[in-house]
């Protein structure tokens, strides 16, 4: 059975950094990534990396987050930097298992004061 724990969310000031993380367990997975929700809208990519380490980012976060994982520990990271209040929003991992099966994360939270 997977199962996903998430960590690092958090309230910070506008240009300040957090780090996320995602540990898995219950499979080998392919695709490992983020997605977020704010308040009144849709859940989105914010960035996704494959085995092999090839990403792939939401424009709007371009530049100032980095997506990485550590297959051993079976972890995806997100660091996030000079973050703004519109990146303020519950932030789900999300991976795919070796059977092609999509699993979520609980969500953490994460707060960018203006």
């Known amino acids: 059975q997977v199962h996903l724990v998430e960590s690092g969310g958090g309230l910070v000031q506008a240009g300040g950094s957090l780090r996320l993380s995602c540990a898995a367990s219950g499979s080998i997975f392919s695709s490992m990534g983020w997605y977020r929700q704010a308040p009144g809208k849709q859940r989105e990519l914010v960035a996704v990396v494959n085995r092999h380490g090839n990403t792939n980012y939401a424009d709007a976060v371009k530049g100032r987050f980095t997506i990485s994982r550590d297959n051993a520990l079976r972890t995806v990271y997100l660091q996030m930097n000079s973050l703004k209040p519109e990146d303020t929003a519950v932030y789900y991992c999300?991976?795919?298992?070796?059977?092609?099966?999509?699993?979520w994360g609980q969500g953490t939270q994460v707060t960018v004061a203006s």
């Open positions: 999300n991976v795919y298992d070796i059977q092609n099966t999509n699993h």
